[in-house]
């Protein structure tokens, strides 16, 4: 167990429709990243936030959304969806950038998103 | 833009055989990480490698660094069925982003 939590496990959903994924990161870790992965596409970063800001983009669709809380929990936002948009969404939370030379990251379970 | 890659893609081999599997960049990394996937899990943290030339070791996992820190590799010794899964590297290159390689799919037959 990573320390990492998020929710829901599994989502079924239509095209057009909008979802939210949530996320808890390590107890002390600032930082949440969140990961889309796809069959053909591996594990592409998305977003980036530290503690409350934005930090760091990836490819990252205008369709989709984040933002971390003041508790530090992260939601990632996806709209409009479409077939494509089926994959695994991970999200991971790492230590204030700086406390380590490196940038080890943890990962959640991860949400299952299926768009029929 | 930097680019993980992983070598080979697919590797299925009898248990108790050894094996290694290879990532690399044209690029230097700051750091370097492995990560072992199951299906339907996440990605979990094995082993952070930071010095070029740097060897680690866990159990029968020996993680090597570069010297020139362009490239890494993975040896498993004595391969168990409980090895079987995705091996993904990760890159720092820098900054606090992590590059992923696109993955050693590992099948070990019993």
């Known amino acids: 167990d990573s320390g990492v939590t998020q929710t829901p496990k599994h989502l079924i959903t239509a095209t057009g429709q909008r979802v939210t994924l949530r996320c808890s990161p390590r107890?002390?870790?600032?930082?949440v990243y969140w990961y889309q992965q796809s069959l053909d596409q591996g594990l592409q970063f998305l977003i980036q936030y530290y503690n409350g800001e934005e930090r760091a983009k990836g490819n990252i669709l205008e369709r989709f959304s984040a933002q971390q809380f003041p508790d530090l929990h992260s939601e990632l936002n996806l709209s409009s969806l479409e077939l494509g948009d089926s994959a695994l969404y991970f999200c991971?939370?790492?230590?204030?950038?700086?406390?380590?030379?490196?940038?080890?990251?943890?990962f959640g379970p991860g949400t299952r998103l299926t768009v029929l | 833009t930097q680019l993980l890659e992983q070598s080979p893609q697919f590797l299925s081999i009898q248990e108790g055989e050894n094996l290694t599997v290879y990532c690399n960049s044209s690029s230097v990394f700051s750091s370097l990480q492995w990560y072992r996937q199951e299906p339907g899990e996440g990605p979990v943290l094995l082993v952070t490698?930071?010095?070029?030339?740097e060897v680690k070791k866990l159990k029968r996992l020996t993680f090597q660094f570069g010297d020139a820190r362009k490239d890494s590799s993975l040896h498993i010794t004595a391969a168990q069925p409980g090895d079987t899964g995705l091996y993904l590297c990760a890159g720092n290159f820098g900054n606090e982003k992590l590059t992923f390689g696109t993955g050693t799919r590992l099948t070990i037959i019993p």
């Open positions: 490698v930071v010095t070029g030339g």
């Open positions: 991971a939370s790492s230590v204030r950038p700086g406390l380590k030379a490196y940038n080890e990251q943890f």
């Open positions: 107890s002390g870790d600032l930082s």
